[in-house]
């Protein structure tokens, strides 16, 4: 069974950076698909960026290209995701995702953590 447990969350200023990190078990990180998502308050759950078991395809949302970066460390079983020039409406909770197939953007992850929160104030 994969568990998911992502770390990082917390309060930054508008152009801060964070970096969140998923902790994968029950897997070897180098064998999944993972994802990032986010829900804001009142809103439904979107695609914030994706990274192929092989780690040559990554994708990311068009509003967090050039800030966010994904990534993933074979030797702690972890994904990170770098976020940087951080925006009030990146406010939300962030949820790391895994599958054994290739999902990119799609919802459709067999495998999801609790979330971590992520505030921006202006």
């Known amino acids: 069974q994969v568990q998911l447990v992502e770390s990082g969350g917390g309060l930054v200023q508008a152009g801060g950076s964070l970096r969140l990190s998923c902790t994968v078990s029950?897997?070897?990180?180098?064998?999944?698909?993972m994802g990032w998502f986010r829900q804001a308050p009142g809103k439904e759950r979107e695609f914030v960026a994706s990274?192929?078991?092989?780690?040559?395809?990554?994708n990311y949302r068009d509003s967090v290209k050039g800030r966010f970066t994904i990534s993933r460390d074979n030797a702690k079983n972890t994904v990170d995701l770098r976020m940087n020039s951080l925006k009030p409406e990146d406010t939300a909770v962030y949820y790391c995702?895994?599958?054994?197939?290739?999902?990119?953007?799609?919802?459709?992850?067999?495998?999801w953590g609790q979330g971590t929160q992520v505030t921006v104030s202006s």
């Open positions: 995702a895994a599958d054994p197939t290739y999902i990119g953007n799609r919802e459709r992850y067999d495998y």
């Open positions: 990274i192929s078991s092989s780690g040559y395809i990554r």
């Open positions: 029950g897997r070897t990180v180098g064998t999944l698909s």
